[in-house]
């Protein structure tokens, strides 16, 4: 790690923040509320034409031909393109690239893209979709991930060695098998968690033109520029140089835009093929289809532990239904084992996953991306064991803290570690002593803890260039622009830069302009996932601040002839700290800085340190600071519906530093409505047939503003030594164990452990019964050894 | 976002206009009040229709009134919005009012009218999809193709009524009023409705529902609306309880009704319902006793099927608390029962 990617906490020149830590309004939030802000959609170009996608209706079948000269013939189409115009494969990991922007000769789940049409509007394109005529040759269709785990013909991808296997990973640390021998309790079980997406409100939209000159630009409501511009480059076998990316304002991704889609290659090629602009929309059926949600998993855990709480073994063994191509896959299988090792201490450690391919829509990074699920069943795990060995469950969790400074089992350095403080947060907040298995039959509490990486040191393609970048340029009036190739994809990021540039040059956050993630006009940044933005692209941007700042400090100070430690910039004005009067306007001073040093700018950018564990996949998950969280639920049972309430969820997440706290509250507040959702309602689900179960938002069942439990946004503040003014990550975390403290505190209302999501009202029904079973039963026999 | 197929469209501005269009354009012109079925489904191409004749500049279909014999008329074109928050309604036909509040979602009961609602298509999974989701799936009875995914190898349709009014209306002995340019048309809903999921209602190609008539009830009229649904908001029923108790002297059960819907092409009476219940004292053990009974018994009777959405399982257990519920709501004043 160079110097200029630590800068510490707090400033040199003290903590007495203007900006930071203040909860100011996001930068694009009035034009949001107006709507006034330019989303993909809202581009319309002279002579654009619109684009619509072929999709299989098939979930396995071989393509044998095309035949478009039917849709070709149509008045007002102007192109239809297929596989054939583009068979070179991408995909966001090198070296798993299988997707094909059309298919070429495989479809592989029922929607997967087939051909595109570009017509002058787009029921044209509609139209001369039922026109193309396709020839499949139907395959078997793998449904079941278990099948697919022995089945390998006839493969879903198949260059590929393992079969239907998409990653394999085993990894162990320490005397796993030993340790679990010889400890006081040995807990097994199963779990397992279903599928989920991101339905973001805005559906991918992408809107392409082709100049005479052969320039290429995309806009694209994506969440990474960066990525999306290299895989242009590679299928549409175009230079990089002559391709520009831009993302719009976006509405909502959590992860679902991450990859690059089908749809901009598409409307790049039908530009390039005729010289129009062109834009496809997906409908809400399609973004299902495109999905990249999260990945079902069936986990198996073995945790072993002393009477006195401590955890001495834990062993997964976890099957990823991974769905028809391979997407972030690798990451996921790493990330199903890596991201489990902390906030607690366990001295061994051993994880298998192994990840297959599906005939059903590809899976792919969801908010918590690969550890949200192993996060469910280990904190299912811990409380079965709290109730074996009749400890408090949150007792359990602080005997086995880490601390901070410390090094994980898998060899991950932990930096700040605000674990025990957020425990403590959300205990007193929810009143658990009092309230704690004494509430009624019925009602009842739980607790769950977990980790989640801000950002990692991984690059998906291996480079030693910055990871994020950032670029100031300083005007006359007093004006900042900074220009970022982060994806602010609502999470806030813009605004987080606005923040920083105000706080470190002393100008009022509206002086400040972002341009961002157009990748003409910005540096490189490797875009909004794995929760990196804050914590890489503020401190390139505190970087970059800082080499202007000592400038402008300079030319006041010399100026005044004082020393510049006594020049202090505030939002506005610089002043001298031993003598108030003196004060310049922020405008004054840049003009003074240019005088001195001519026009003014900077560069500033963000690595990250050497990381990870000494072995294969040991930077995977390895990142430079990690969050930690909190959950107590507390809800309700009917125990004649089977139906679960939840009441309140008190959510306690350690994010280093708040830059903004309404922005992290409302992270944190997004996060744990997410998991209660996807615990209680959310199904992605494919039926018998291969078709996606309900692909619209009357099915998919989002919950309502009166489904949405009280939500408790408590921010716990770590101070990170490396992240942006100690700052960590805030989006993902949050989530985790929001899921595993509901299954905890349906335990504690009625005794019965729900450990298959989601979490139905028919399925609670279902153990209650078996409960009440069992008990009859004991009661019945030990009436009988009563009697005899 | 899904377009919608090209129609022409009329918009009439008295019932005889309306009713002149339909018949000159005969069955392949739709009648088109609030719209928020029949968008979805024209958007899911499950009709194409040349022509579409909206209701809505028609001001004499709008409107709640009370005719002189006592009972309330009810406009087709009224908004659920509007039939949930009348007062009239809420007194008298209390377990209509319930339905209304519970159907969708605010949005769609301010511009959903009550006329739609009695009309709404039946609903199924494997029909209530796009063109190419329905395609990929080579289609069903219903529309298109000629397989039964519900019933494996079932020749009937088993779409499930899925109207929130219509069980409450048949506890209150509603009759539906309909004009054509044969002139006007009366039925009891009772016998209005067909055992067909393709298509479930006798109405005739050219006919309007101009409105809706409920008797007046006695004064121990009490009734209540049960609905079970996902979400606290926007789903459709996943089953649908309306229950009806006319008290006489001593709160004494004279009359009882119970029926069920969301269970197949048409809602379903509980037979023996008023047999169990009348005679029994409001409040009293056997009175309870009674209501578990009529409970059970209903639970034999209804059937849910995968036709919905839903856990069918669930669907079929819940049939016994739910019409429990209702009916001790109804004796009670309260209601909708409802988990939000
Ligand atoms: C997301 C969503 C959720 C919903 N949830 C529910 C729910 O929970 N419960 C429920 O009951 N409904 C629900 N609905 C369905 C619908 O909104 C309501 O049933 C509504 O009352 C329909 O009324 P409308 O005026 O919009 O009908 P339209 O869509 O205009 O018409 C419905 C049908 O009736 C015919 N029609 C309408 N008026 C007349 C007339 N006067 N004469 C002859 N034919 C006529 C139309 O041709 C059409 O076939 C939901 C709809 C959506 C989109
Ligand atoms: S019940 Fe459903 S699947 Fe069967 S024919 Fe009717 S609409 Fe089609």
Same mark, same amino acid.
């Given at each position: 790690?160079?110097?200029?990617?630590n800068?510490?906490?707090?400033?040199?020149?003290?903590?007495?923040?203007?900006?930071?830590?203040?909860?100011?309004?996001?930068?694009?939030?009035?034009?949001?509320?107006?709507?006034?802000?330019?989303?993909?959609?809202?581009?319309?170009?002279?002579?654009m034409?619109?684009?619509?996608?072929?999709?299989?209706?098939?979930?396995?079948?071989?393509?044998?031909?095309?035949?478009?000269?039917?849709?070709?013939?149509l008045?007002?189409?102007?192109a239809?393109?297929?596989?054939?115009?583009?068979?070179?494969?991408?995909?966001v990991?090198?070296?798993?690239?299988?997707?094909?922007?059309?298919?070429?000769?495989?479809?592989?789940?029922?929607?997967?893209?087939?051909?595109?049409?570009?017509?002058?509007?787009?029921?044209?394109?509609?139209?001369?979709?039922?026109?193309?005529?396709?020839?499949?040759?139907?395959?078997?269709?793998?449904?079941?991930?278990?099948?697919?785990?022995?089945?390998?013909?006839?493969?879903?991808?198949?260059?590929?060695?393992?079969?239907?296997?998409?990653?394999?990973?085993?990894?162990?640390?320490?005397?796993?098998?030993?340790?679990?021998?010889?400890?006081?309790?040995?807990?097994?079980?199963?779990?397992?968690?279903?599928?989920?997406?991101?339905?973001?409100?805005?559906?991918h939209?992408?809107?392409?033109?082709?100049?005479?000159?052969?320039?290429?630009?995309?806009?694209?409501?994506?969440?990474?520029?960066?990525?999306?511009?290299?895989?242009?480059?590679?299928?549409?076998?175009?230079?990089?140089?002559?391709?520009?990316?831009?993302?719009?304002?976006?509405?909502?991704?959590?992860?679902?835009?991450?990859?690059?889609?089908?749809?901009?290659?598409?409307?790049?090629k039908?530009?390039?093929?005729?010289?129009?602009?062109?834009?496809m929309?997906?409908?809400?059926?399609?973004?299902?289809?495109?999905?990249?949600?999260?990945?079902?998993?069936?986990?198996k855990?073995?945790?072993?532990?002393?009477?006195?709480?401590?955890?001495?073994?834990?062993?997964?063994?976890i099957?990823?239904?991974?769905?028809?191509?391979?997407?972030?896959?690798?990451?996921?299988?790493?990330y199903?084992?890596?991201?489990?090792?902390?906030?607690?201490?366990?001295?061994?450690?051993?994880?298998?996953s192994?990840?297959?391919?599906?005939?059903?829509?590809?899976?792919?990074?969801?908010?918590g991306?690969?550890?949200?699920?192993?996060?469910f069943?280990f904190?299912v795990?811990?409380?079965?064991?709290a109730?074996?060995?009749?400890?408090?469950?949150?007792?359990?969790?602080?005997?086995?803290?880490?601390?901070?400074?410390?090094?994980?089992?898998?060899?991950?350095?932990?930096?700040?570690?605000?674990?025990?403080?957020?425990l403590d947060?959300?205990?007193?907040?929810?009143?658990?002593?009092?309230?704690?298995?004494?509430?009624?039959?019925?009602?009842?509490?739980?607790?769950?803890?977990?980790?989640?990486?801000?950002?990692?040191?991984?690059?998906?393609?291996p480079?030693?260039?910055?990871?994020?970048?950032?670029?100031?340029?300083?005007?006359?009036?007093?004006?900042?622009?900074?220009?970022t190739?982060?994806?602010?994809?609502?999470?806030?990021?813009?605004?987080?830069?606005?923040?920083?540039?105000?706080?470190?040059?002393?100008?009022p956050?509206?002086?400040v302009?972002?341009?961002?993630?157009?990748?003409?006009?910005?540096?490189?940044?490797?875009?909004?996932?794995?929760?990196?933005v804050?914590?890489?692209?503020?401190?390139?941007?505190?970087?970059?601040?800082?080499?202007?700042r000592?400038?402008i400090?300079?030319?006041?100070a010399?100026?005044?002839?004082?020393?510049?430690?006594?020049v202090?910039?505030?939002?506005?004005?610089?002043?001298?700290?031993?003598?108030?009067?003196?004060?310049?306007?922020?405008?004054?001073?840049?003009?003074?800085?240019?005088?001195?040093?001519?026009?003014?700018?900077?560069?500033?950018?963000?690595n990250?340190?050497?990381?990870?564990?000494?072995?294969?996949?040991?930077?995977?998950?390895?990142?430079?600071?990690?969050?930690?969280?909190?959950?107590?639920?507390?809800?309700?049972?009917?125990?004649?519906?089977?139906?679960?309430?939840?009441?309140?969820?008190?959510?306690?997440?350690?994010?280093?530093?708040?830059?903004?706290?309404?922005?992290?509250?409302g992270?944190?507040?997004?996060?744990?409505?997410?998991?209660?959702?996807?615990?209680?309602l959310?199904?992605?689900?494919?039926?018998?047939?291969?078709?996606?179960?309900?692909?619209?938002?009357?099915?998919?069942?989002?919950?309502?503003?009166?489904?949405?439990?009280?939500?408790?946004?408590?921010?716990?503040?770590s101070?990170?030594?490396?992240g942006?003014?100690g700052?960590k990550?805030a989006?993902?975390?949050?989530?985790?164990?929001s899921?595993?403290?509901?299954?905890?505190?349906?335990?504690?209302?009625?005794?019965?452990?729900m450990?298959h999501?989601?979490?139905?009202?028919?399925?609670?029904?279902e153990?209650?019964?078996?409960?009440?079973?069992?008990?009859?039963?004991?009661?019945?026999g030990?009436?009988?050894?009563?009697?005899a | 976002?899904?377009r919608?197929?090209?129609?022409?469209?009329a918009?009439?501005?008295?019932?005889?206009?309306?009713?002149?269009?339909?018949?000159?354009?005969?069955?392949?012109?739709?009648?088109l009040?609030?719209g928020?079925?029949?968008?979805?489904?024209?958007k899911?191409?499950?009709?194409?229709?040349?022509?579409?004749?909206?209701?809505?500049?028609?001001?004499?279909?709008?409107?709640?009134?009370?005719?002189?014999?006592?009972?309330?008329?009810?406009? %087709?074109?009224t908004?659920? +919005?509007? $039939?949930?928050?009348?007062?009239? =309604? &809420?007194?008298?036909?209390?377990? #209509?009012?319930?339905?209304?509040?519970?159907?969708?979602?605010?949005?769609?009961?301010t511009?959903?009218?009550?006329?739609g609602?009695?009309?709404?298509?039946?609903?199924?999974?494997?029909?209530?999809?796009?063109?190419?989701?329905?395609?990929?799936?080579?289609?069903?009875?219903?529309?298109d193709?000629?397989?039964?995914h519900?019933?494996?190898?079932?020749?009937?349709?088993?779409?499930?009524?899925?109207?929130?009014s219509?069980?409450?209306l048949?506890?209150?002995d %509603?009759?539906?009023h309909? +004009?054509? $340019?044969?002139?006007?048309?009366s =039925? &009891?809903?009772?016998?209005?409705w #067909?055992?067909?999921?393709?298509?479930?209602?006798?109405?005739?190609?050219?006919?309007?529902?101009?409105?809706?008539?409920?008797?007046?009830?006695?004064?121990?009229?009490?009734?209540?609306?049960?609905?079970?649904?996902?979400?606290?908001?926007?789903d459709?029923?996943?089953?649908?309880?309306?229950?009806?108790?006319d008290?006489?002297?001593?709160e004494?059960?004279?009359?009882?009704?119970?029926?069920?819907?969301?269970?197949?092409?048409?809602?379903?009476?509980?037979q023996?319902?008023?047999?169990?219940?009348?005679?029994?004292?409001?409040?009293?053990?056997?009175?309870?006793?009674?209501?578990?009974?009529?409970?059970?018994?209903?639970?034999?009777?209804?059937?849910?099927?995968?036709?919905?959405?839903?856990?069918?399982?669930?669907?079929?257990?819940?049939?016994?608390?739910?019409?429990?519920r209702?009916?001790?709501?109804?004796?009670?004043?309260?209601?909708?029962?409802?988990?939000?």
């Amino acid at each position: 790690m160079a110097a200029r990617d630590n800068h510490g906490n707090t400033p040199p020149w003290g903590a007495n923040f203007g900006v930071i830590g203040k909860p100011l309004r996001k930068v694009d939030g009035i034009a949001k509320a107006t709507g006034a802000a330019i989303y993909t959609d809202d581009i319309q170009l002279p002579g654009m034409l619109h684009a619509k996608t072929l999709r299989s209706p098939h979930a396995h079948a071989r393509v044998r031909s095309v035949d478009a000269s039917a849709a070709l013939a149509l008045e007002g189409v102007h192109a239809v393109i297929t596989g054939a115009d583009m068979p070179i494969k991408y995909g966001v990991i090198p070296w798993t690239q299988d997707e094909n922007a059309l298919a070429v000769d495989r479809v592989r789940f029922i929607g997967d893209p087939v051909a595109a049409v570009a017509a002058v509007d787009e029921d044209t394109a509609n139209a001369a979709l039922k026109l193309i005529a396709v020839d499949y040759e139907v395959l078997h269709a793998f449904l079941d991930p278990f099948e697919s785990l022995v089945r390998h013909e006839p493969a879903i991808h198949a260059d590929r060695k393992e079969g239907n296997i998409s990653k394999h990973v085993r990894l162990e640390f320490g005397e796993v098998d030993a340790l679990a021998k010889s400890a006081d309790v040995v807990l097994e079980d199963e779990y397992s968690f279903h599928g989920s997406t991101h339905a973001p409100i805005e559906p991918h939209c992408a809107v392409a033109t082709f100049s005479a000159d052969g320039l290429l630009t995309l806009w694209s409501a994506t969440q990474i520029t960066h990525y999306v511009h290299r895989a242009l480059a590679q299928v549409l076998e175009l230079p990089a140089q002559k391709i520009r990316v831009i993302q719009p304002c976006l509405g909502g991704a959590f992860g679902g835009k991450s990859d690059p889609f089908s749809l901009e290659f598409c409307v790049s090629k039908l530009a390039m093929v005729t010289g129009r602009p062109v834009k496809m929309l997906y409908t809400r059926e399609e973004v299902f289809y495109a999905h990249r949600g999260r990945h079902p998993m069936f986990m198996k855990y073995r945790t072993a532990a002393q009477a006195n709480g401590r955890i001495t073994s834990v062993d997964a063994k976890i099957l990823i239904d991974g769905g028809s191509y391979s997407s972030f896959g690798l990451v996921t299988t790493y990330y199903a084992g890596q991201l489990l090792t902390g906030p607690y201490d366990f001295p061994s450690y051993r994880f298998d996953s192994t990840r297959v391919f599906t005939n059903k829509p590809p899976c792919g990074p969801k908010r918590g991306h690969g550890s949200v699920q192993p996060r469910f069943a280990f904190e299912v795990q811990l409380d079965q064991l709290a109730e074996r060995l009749k400890l408090d469950p949150i007792e359990l969790r602080r005997v086995n803290f880490q601390g901070s400074q410390t090094r994980t089992v898998n060899g991950q350095r932990v930096t700040s570690n605000g674990f025990l403080e957020c425990l403590d947060s959300v205990e007193r907040a929810s009143g658990w002593k009092k309230k704690r298995a004494k509430l009624p039959f019925g009602r009842g509490l739980g607790v769950a803890g977990s980790m989640y990486i801000s950002g990692t040191n991984y690059p998906v393609y291996p480079n030693k260039m910055p990871q994020a970048g950032v670029q100031l340029k300083l005007d006359r009036s007093g004006v900042v622009t900074v220009f970022t190739g982060g994806n602010d994809i609502g999470q806030g990021s813009n605004s987080m830069c606005a923040y920083i540039v105000a706080e470190e040059l002393g100008v009022p956050v509206e002086h400040v302009r972002v341009v961002a993630a157009d990748t003409d006009l910005c540096p490189v940044d490797l875009g909004a996932y794995s929760s990196r933005v804050t914590f890489m692209v503020g401190n390139a941007t505190i970087d970059a601040c800082r080499k202007v700042r000592r400038q402008i400090v300079a030319a006041v100070a010399k100026k005044w002839a004082v020393d510049p430690g006594r020049v202090r910039l505030m939002p506005g004005v610089a002043i001298d700290l031993e003598d108030p009067a003196k004060a310049l306007s922020t405008a004054e001073a840049f003009q003074l800085a240019e005088e001195e040093f001519d026009t003014l700018g900077a560069t500033g950018s963000y690595n990250t340190p050497t990381l990870g564990g000494d072995y294969r996949g040991g930077s995977i998950g390895a990142s430079p600071a990690y969050s930690f969280t909190a959950h107590v639920v507390e809800a309700s049972v009917d125990t004649e519906t089977g139906r679960i309430q939840v009441h309140d969820v008190w959510c306690a997440h350690d994010c280093g530093r708040a830059l903004n706290p309404m922005l992290v509250a409302g992270q944190i507040e997004g996060s744990v409505y997410m998991g209660i959702a996807e615990a209680l309602l959310e199904e992605h689900k494919v039926n018998r047939f291969g078709l996606h179960q309900g692909p619209s938002l009357l099915d998919y069942r989002l919950p309502t503003s009166v489904d949405t439990p009280e939500l408790h946004a408590l921010i716990v503040e770590s101070l990170d030594p490396e992240g942006p003014y100690g700052a960590k990550e805030a989006g993902e975390g949050p989530l985790h164990s929001s899921i595993p403290a509901l299954s905890n505190a349906i335990f504690d209302a009625v005794g019965i452990r729900m450990k298959h999501l989601p979490f139905t009202p028919g399925r609670v029904l279902e153990l209650l019964r078996e409960k009440d079973a069992l008990e009859e039963s004991k009661s019945a026999g030990a009436a009988a050894r009563g009697q005899a | 976002m899904l377009r919608c197929p090209k129609f022409e469209l009329a918009t009439p501005t008295s019932v005889a206009a309306a009713t002149r269009l339909l018949a000159d354009a005969g069955p392949s012109a739709m009648i088109l009040a609030g719209g928020t079925d029949v968008m979805p489904n024209l958007k899911h191409e499950l009709f194409t229709p040349a022509l579409v004749v909206s209701l809505a500049r028609i001001p004499e279909l709008n409107g709640i009134r009370r005719a002189e014999d006592g009972s309330l008329v009810i406009g %087709a074109m009224t908004t659920i +919005e509007a $039939v949930a928050a009348n007062s009239q =309604v &809420r007194e008298r036909a209390t377990v #209509l009012a319930q339905a209304a509040s519970l159907i969708a979602g605010p949005q769609l009961r301010t511009m959903g009218t009550l006329g739609g609602n009695v009309l709404l298509e039946t609903r199924c999974q494997w029909y209530n999809q796009s063109y190419f989701w329905r395609q990929a799936l080579g289609f069903c009875i219903k529309k298109d193709g000629t397989k039964c995914h519900v019933v494996e190898g079932g020749a009937k349709c088993v779409a499930a009524a899925s109207n929130d009014s219509a069980p409450a209306l048949m506890t209150l002995d %509603a009759e539906l009023h309909f +004009e054509s $340019v044969e002139g006007r048309r009366s =039925v &009891r809903i009772e016998e209005f409705w #067909l055992g067909d999921g393709v298509f479930n209602k006798k109405i005739n190609a050219g006919e309007i529902l101009v409105e809706i008539t409920l008797p007046s009830t006695p004064s121990g009229h009490r009734s209540a609306y049960g609905k079970l649904r996902e979400r606290g908001s926007i789903d459709f029923p996943l089953l649908g309880v309306a229950a009806r108790l006319d008290l006489g002297k001593d709160e004494r059960v004279e009359r009882a009704d119970l029926v069920i819907t969301a269970l197949a092409a048409r809602p379903h009476r509980v037979q023996r319902a008023g047999e169990i219940l009348r005679g029994t004292q409001v409040g009293s053990e056997d009175f309870v006793t009674r209501v578990g009974e009529l409970a059970r018994l209903a639970h034999k009777q209804c059937h849910p099927l995968e036709n919905i959405p839903g856990d069918a399982p669930w669907r079929k257990a819940m049939v016994a608390v739910y019409a429990r519920r209702t009916l001790l709501a109804a004796a009670a004043g309260t209601g909708p029962v409802h988990h939000l």
